[in-house]
């Protein structure tokens, strides 16, 4: 089985946004963390922190998004893969959420330290 896709600029830029489509349409997770995000971006842009504090917080904020997404890929994949309850399943998918929560932890910690610190 080939599934490798013809790669050019403009077949990966539409991969992408199907790849984002179907994101916005079927994982729950992702819907909330951008809705969040339309929330969060514009605070950051009209709180009155330096611009590198603000470049932080969208950038661990992207990450979030990144991973969430690495994060669903995994999950698509394992449900490919096996219907059965496998313990290897079940590390992948439980792996791909920790690193989803190690980013929003790592977010939090950002606005910690610059609200401590302005």
Wanted: aromatic fraction near 12%; charge should be positive; charged fraction near 15%.
């Amino acid at each position: 089985m080939n599934n490798k896709p013809k790669y050019t600029i403009f077949h990966n830029t539409k991969y992408a946004w199907e790849g984002l489509i179907h994101t916005i349409k079927h994982e729950t997770s992702f819907k909330i963390e951008l809705v969040f995000a339309t929330l969060f971006f514009p605070l950051i842009y009209f709180i009155p922190f330096p611009l590198i504090y603000k470049l932080v917080l969208i950038i661990t904020f992207i990450m979030i998004l990144i991973v969430e997404l690495i994060n669903s890929s995994i999950e698509n994949v394992v449900d490919l893969v096996t219907t059965k309850k496998h313990p290897l399943a079940k590390s992948a998918k439980d792996i791909g959420a920790t690193a989803v929560l190690f980013t929003v932890l790592l977010h939090i910690l950002c606005w910690i330290i610059i609200l401590i610190n302005t």
